[in-house]
């Protein structure tokens, strides 16, 4: 029986490493296994943050790294905005990257891989506790530098250039995912301007056609008022010119009275259809330059002269400098006489009504008095037609003050407390 031949020994090619053949294996695996991790990833649910801590996971995990993370710059900061690992509070802060590694990659706008930063210093420093880095910008298609993708890792490693570009193709898909999200933002941010600049424009459309309804309103009541005012006033001359008649009559004392009576309500009869005919009219102004300060002076210097207020005290603070408006000078002069007169009559002789004018960026009239205080209701009510607190009075003072104010595009105002008495605030445009 011949013995079994010796199996002849393996031929082992010496140009072959087995080194080699391993570091291609793993290689090949790692471009599979990032190539099947990037499609697992999803951003349908618009998550930003969910989706850039998958990627640092991934990143990590891939690389064997120990820390990875995903910032976004902010020129010499650097915002972190996913991590593998949790940072805890004061994740959400930015950090200065002057004197880092993560400088050298944006300012270069190219991948950097640091094998240990205690001996490759030019690079700059890494986080304490960690010597190897692998870092790749974020770059827009515009060119853009959005942020960077960090890794560290604490012991000193080499890098592959496959795994450098394993980090890149991550940082293309967190590049796509910021700079969507922020486009994303910039059209929302556009769509609420855009809204809001719709909805302003609108009011302003609605109060415009409000405007002009009222306007044209007001220019039916005042053409039928007007028509109905002149057909009371022809009888009403008639009347007057009758009872002034009567006057030459030799009569009892009783029958004077009664004329005299009937001559007081032809007079106010009149009035008040001066009044209902001056409210029911457009207000057309007759605008010019006008300093307050003196038209203020001229008033008080005209109503003082006057005995029911000669009796009251005018007490006049002007502004300390002139305070020009465009206005109808002789109906905002009709605006001080109604307020003023108004004033003074709600308060006893000897006492004081202060008139007081100032400036911001608005004319601020005041009339002030002291005496009983309006009632809320009744001041909510001062300056509506036929509304007085007056026996004598018609009720149109106020709201013709009011056409004529809100004619200058001003307002008015009333306020009336125990404490501060009662003052009305007259606010116009102030050139």
């Known amino acids: 029986m011949q ?15 087995p080194a ?44 064997a790294m120990d820390w990875s993370v995903v910032t976004l710059n902010r020129g010499d900061y650097n915002k972190i905005l996913a991590s593998n690992i949790d940072l805890g509070e004061g994740s959400d802060e930015a950090y200065p990257i002057h004197g880092s590694v993560a400088k050298t990659v944006v300012q ?8 240990d930063s205690q001996c490759e210093t030019q690079y700059g420093e890494t986080p304490e506790g960690y010597r190897a880095y692998l870092g790749v910008p974020l770059q827009s298609p515009a060119g853009k530098l959005l942020g960077t993708i960090c890794c560290f890792n604490k012991q ?19 590049t796509t995912a910021i700079d969507n999200f922020q486009m994303y933002q910039q059209q929302l941010k556009f769509n609420e301007r855009l809204e809001a600049e719709v909805a302003k424009r609108t009011a302003e459309l609605k109060e415009a056609q409000t405007q002009l ?29 009758g009872l002034h008649a009567l006057k030459a009559l030799d009569l009892s004392e009783r029958d004077r009275n009664r004329l005299s009576l009937a001559l ?68 905002l002069k009709q605006v001080l006489i109604n307020l003023i007169s108004n004033a003074c009559e709600a308060i006893d002789k000897g006492e004081q009504v202060t008139i007081s004018l100032s400036q911001t960026e608005q004319a601020y009239l005041t009339v002030h008095n002291g005496g009983t205080p309006i009632p809320p ?31 200058h595009q001003g307002s008015l105002t009333f306020t009336s407390t125990p404490e501060t008495g009662t003052t009305a605030t007259v606010y116009l445009p102030a050139d």
């Open 3 to 17: 013995p079994e031949p010796t199996p002849a020994p393996e031929t082992v090619d010496p140009t072959v490493d």
């Open 20 to 63: 080699t053949d391993k570091q291609k294996v793993h290689l090949s695996r790692l471009a599979q296994t990032t190539l099947d991790y990037l499609m697992s990833l999803s951003f349908r649910q618009g998550n930003l943050q969910q989706y850039l801590n998958d990627i640092a996971r991934g990143v990590s995990e891939l690389t």
């Open 108 to 115: 270069t706008q190219r991948p950097l891989t640091v094998t």
């Open 156 to 174: 000193p490693r080499n890098f592959d250039p496959e795994e450098v570009k394993c980090v890149e193709l991550f940082a293309e898909r967190a």
């Open 213 to 241: 309804i009222e306007k044209e309103r007001l220019a039916a009541i005042g053409e039928f008022t007007s028509m109905i005012v002149h057909e009371i006033r022809n009888p009403l001359t008639t009347v007057r010119m």
């Open 264 to 331: 007081e309500e032809e007079s106010r009869l009149k009035q008040l259809l001066d009044g209902i005919l001056q409210y029911a009219k457009p207000q057309v102004l007759e605008t010019t330059q006008c300093d307050l300060n003196q038209l203020i002076k001229e008033t008080v210097e005209t109503l003082s002269e006057q005995p029911d207020i000669a009796e009251r005290s005018l007490n006049v603070k002007l502004a300390a400098s002139a305070v020009y408006v465009a206005c109808d000078r002789d109906k």
């Open 377 to 407: 209701d009744t001041l909510a009510r001062l300056t509506q037609p036929f509304f007085s607190t007056k026996s004598s009075g018609n009720g149109l003072g106020l709201a013709i003050v009011k056409r004529i104010i809100d004619a």
